[in-house]
């Protein structure tokens, strides 16, 4: 089996994260940060009692998956998230292929997750990114939640 080491944590940098909105009630926006650290690519995201959010992380440099069979993401989660799920595209493509979400309900800690892309019919560079998502729930006395996603390895498989 080859493998495409297409972002590793604590060897290759290169991501943008975005706020993809949000709101709710109190019509806050969420805030965001984003760091690196040997254990790799970390994105947090602060919102306040009821309102909800979302951010887009996007991996820098295109990547070229022509021949690879999958691509696996795999990451740490911790705080108040809802999902996360991973997914590419081309600049002007009609290819999006996303994952299904993976869903996390409270205060999670989950210090090994994966995602698995099934990427057998895509060809060319294709843009590698990476959703959050806040829940939209109630907190008691105004206070505001933080979730946390570290991103460790993005890595693609062919299958020989």
Partial sequence: MRILKAWVAGVTSGFTATTGGGGGAGGEKPSFSTSYNNNGFVASITRDR???????????QKI????YARIILSYAVSGYLDSVFFGIGGENSSIAIKSSSKKYTGNTSAPSEEIVLDISNVSGEQDIYIYLDTPNAGELNGTKITGTCTIKSIIA???D
């Avoid at 909800?52 to 991996?59: A, D, K, P, T, V």
């Avoid at 070229?64 to 021949?67: Q, R, V």
């Fill in 50 to 60: 009821y309102t909800w959010g979302h951010i887009s992380i996007r991996l820098n």
């Fill in 64 to 67: 070229n998956l022509t021949s």
């Fill in 157 to 159: 498989y062919i299958t």
